[in-house]
């Protein structure tokens, strides 16, 4: 069963601002814990109406079960393709989008899935299941690119340590499972390191982002979901690492300069406009009594933003 302890729902619910007859896209529908409470608030005789968004088959499975009876639609796809997926459905404009980024609960504690360096199961992390696994990254990549994958993606220390144990072990034989990454991931670290934390965390974090591209989904998705939002509509973003925010944040900032002229120009002559304004000025974290109830969340930061009503 697909299941899903949606992260901060009353927090994103209050962000979104749902109106019963508005338009919403959940970019990242997983087991359909934020859509199914999106959804229950719309009113379908009005014209509310959800659609869900998910690159998962099996997420794309559970999420229409548990949306049956809702206003709500669910489509296997990629979030950065929701304004072809809105288009197609004769939608010109969402009152509110929510990204909830990173890899699922369901995704990790599925041990055939290959994502947790806690059970050994063959090495994949794709979250399409389909494409490039990780098995094939980390028999196939030269330690130069892995080296720079644990730098980029997990910002490891021992990324080039451990970049050369993997390539040294595979020259004996194939990585084929999470247990042998994790044990050459280990071996590679330093003993007093592995005191403190497990040593596979920000690699396998770092080869689970390569394999499916998500900070390059990200990118193309955020100007995509500005694009999506009708007037007044909102995004909301949940992250779960820096690297992820720290998009976020930026393309937020960018959108809410009216001036894009150099700093040193004594007067504007660009006649730029601001995109919209950024609802949280500082990132939305999770309460005490979440973070008691929820582990995921202890890391979980949420940014909202909001398209002005006139560009």
């Known amino acids: 069963m697909f299941s899903h302890t949606p992260v901060m729902l009353r927090e994103c619910l209050e962000l979104l601002d749902i109106k019963p007859d508005g338009i919403y896209i959940d970019g990242t529908c997983g087991g359909a814990g934020h859509s ?96 490039m696994s990780a098995k094939e990254l980390v028999n196939t990549y030269s330690e130069r690119e892995i ?55 920000q690699s396998f974090q770092a080869i689970r982002i390569a394999v499916n591209d998500e900070l390059g989904h990200l990118d193309n998705a955020l100007d995509r979901c500005l694009d999506t939002l009708s007037p007044g509509g909102r995004l909301v973003v949940i992250t779960f690492h820096s690297l992820e925010d720290r998009m976020v944040k930026r393309r937020f900032a960018e959108w809410a300069k009216s001036c894009t002229c150099p700093p040193d120009f004594p007067v504007c002559v660009c006649g730029g406009k601001a995109k919209g304004a950024i609802i949280t000025r500082k990132p939305v974290t999770a309460s005490d009594e979440e973070l008691e109830s929820n582990m995921r969340s202890r890391s979980a930061k949420v940014r909202a933003f909001e398209k002005t009503t006139i560009l």
């Open 147 to 201: 080296t720079d994958i644990l730098y980029r993606y997990g910002e490891e220390k021992f990324a080039p340590r451990i970049a050369r144990a993997i390539v040294a072990a595979r020259d004996t034989a194939e990585i084929e499972t999470t247990s042998q990454l994790a044990d050459i991931i280990a071996s590679a670290v330093p003993a007093k390191f592995r005191r403190d934390k497990n040593p596979s965390r």
């Open 36 to 131: 199914s409470e999106i959804a229950k608030l719309l009113d379908a005789k009005a014209g509310g109406r959800l659609i869900g968004i998910d690159r998962d088959p099996d997420a794309v499975k559970a999420a229409s079960e548990r949306l049956a009876g809702l206003p709500a639609e669910v489509v296997l796809g990629n979030y950065d393709e929701m304004a072809d997926i809105a288009r197609s459905r004769g939608i010109d404009g969402a009152d509110g989008i929510l990204l909830d980024l990173g890899v699922s609960s369901h995704q990790l504690d599925t041990a055939e899935r290959g994502f947790s360096y806690h059970n050994d199961a063959p090495l994949d992390m794709r979250m399409s299941q389909s494409g």
